[in-house]
């Protein structure tokens, strides 16, 4: 991959050499459907079932897990799906894009975060596969200890990191032939786990409505609104390489759909298996339902993991480069591994993945949600959809500058609004209001309104500049 900041035009190639330069027409060749089975082949996938069974762990029923997770899908998909209609008319992959909110230097800070946020759900991830692979051979009889746990894990990065070193054009060709057989298994898992469970509708452990309140909030931070929105940082990185002459409205529903219907699909599944006793670990789920019968769909259930992974590591390479780090793709990959690793050893030593997901969720959320509404009305509010691309690729006197303090004073903010909201795994984050209210979270949302309105208000004259001077091209691209 290129490091340099300089766009060029180029015709698709199997290996993807594309930086984090605007993507030139002629290489921009997917189409909504494989849009569609890009973010479709990432959610379906075991740590999906977690989601559901996250709410039956914390108290709900399993008709109010199954409204949350419809219900908070619906607005966490439908903001992932604009993201993604963004990086289809601008044709820059996310982090660049927040040049023109943050400025410059001011977007190295997101990007960073990015980095090691993809970093870490490499890390999340694999210990899915791992957890998975280990439970169904040791039904077979095959115990191998800590070695076979590497063993796995070795195979499972192996394959990860080859997808990842080629980069778009092989992510989208890995999901086009495999998506489609994996939804087809998983339909059939499905109707096997509905005809051999018996699950409980009405029964929950939040009896009263504090309690409730509590753990609504908590599943919205952790698997409704707040799943859709973790995916945020990612989505014009994949979008920016869709004709040119898509509608916009093709590139929304090929998003919305393919991230709301394996999401909601799954964890509904997932909550269906908890409330008949199945357990909320994904091993448990797994075996505990289908026995030795999962062994045949054994590496399809590993197919949502990688498939999420190859967009992580893909994404954590265009956020080095946007921040400036100058080395081949390939070292980023080793780097982002070795981080991916410590998270990896975290979750082995938890006793309880579905909370420490949740912490995990909660811990990401806090930054997302007020980065995202500072992007968001800077792009709708203050520049009216309209971008100068080239200028995002300039030097610190550029018409975006290096810092837009207005825009860097709001996500702080924000910050301090969905810490104080946020209800996280150890103290430090566990913000005052959220300890008040007994453990309720609602982090995504004070952090994002917080930050978004503050920056409508501060950037109120630069809202009104922007409307009363056409965008003009930049006269020269820094290197």
């Known amino acids: 991959m290129p490091s340099s900041d300089l766009p060029r035009s180029e015709t698709p190639r199997h290996f993807d050499e594309h930086g984090i330069e605007p993507i030139p027409a002629a290489s921009r060749d997917s189409t909504p459907w494989q849009q569609f089975w890009i973010w479709a082949g990432a959610n379906i996938a075991p740590i999906n079932w977690v989601l559901g069974a996250l709410g039956i762990t914390l108290g709900l029923s399993l008709l109010e897990t199954l409204a949350v997770i419809a219900v908070g899908n619906l607005v966490g998909c439908a ?68 070695g076979l746990k590497y063993l796995v894990a070795g195979v499972i990065m192996a394959v990860q990191l080859g997808l990842a070193l080629y980069g778009f054009y092989a992510i989208r060709t890995f999901e086009k032939y495999t998506v489609p057989a994996t939804v087809l298994i998983m339909a059939i898992m499905t109707v096997l786990a509905l005809a051999t469970t018996a699950p409980d509708w ?47 409205r093709s590139v929304f529903w090929a998003a919305f759909l393919g991230m709301y219907l394996p999401t909601v699909w799954l964890a509904a599944l997932g909550a269906w298996l908890a409330s008949a006793g199945g357990g909320s670990d994904p091993s448990t789920l797994v075996t505990a339902t289908f026995g030795v019968m999962a062994v045949p769909v054994l590496l399809l259930i590993m197919h949502g993991p990688v498939a999420t992974n190859i967009l992580n590591l893909y994404s954590c390479s265009l956020a080095a480069l946007t921040v400036g780090i100058r080395a081949a793709r390939w070292k980023v990959t080793l780097v982002a591994g070795a981080v991916a690793a410590t998270v990896l050893a975290v979750f082995v030593q938890a006793d309880d993945f579905a909370r420490a997901f949740d912490h995990w969720m909660v811990s990401i959320l ?54 104080s909201w946020e209800y996280g795994m150890v103290p430090a984050l566990q913000g005052p209001i959220a300890r008040m209210l007994g453990g309720t979270d609602f982090s995504w949302l004070s952090g994002g309104l917080v930050a978004g309105g503050l920056y409508c208000l501060l950037a109120a004259r630069a809202r009104r500049r922007v409307a009363a001077a056409p965008v003009e091209p930049a006269a020269e691209v820094a290197r």
């Open 202 to 248: 009405t029964s929950a452990t939040a009896v009263t409505a504090a309690d409730k309140l509590t753990a609504v909030t908590r599943l919205l931070t952790a698997i409704g609104v707040g799943w859709g929105v973790s995916w945020l940082p990612y989505s014009a990185d994949y979008s920016r390489f869709v004709r040119v002459r898509t509608p916009g």
């Open 79 to 146: 903001v992932f799906g604009v993201f993604n209609v963004i990086g289809h008319r601008t044709g820059v992959n996310q982090m660049v894009l927040g040049r023109a909110a943050f400025g410059r230097r001011g977007a190295i800070v997101p990007g960073v975060v990015q980095g090691l946020l993809a970093m870490g759900w490499v890390g999340v991830n694999t210990w899915v596969v791992l957890d998975l692979v280990i439970a169904i051979l040791a039904q077979l009889g095959i115990h191998g200890g800590l």
């Open 366 to 419: 806090v930054w997302i949600s007020p980065w995202a509404s500072v992007v968001l009305v800077d792009y709708f509010v203050v520049r009216r959809g309209r971008v100068d691309v080239p200028a995002l690729y300039l030097g610190d006197a550029g018409p975006y500058g290096a810092w837009n303090r207005p825009a860097l004073v709001s996500l702080g903010l924000g910050l301090v609004a969905a810490w």
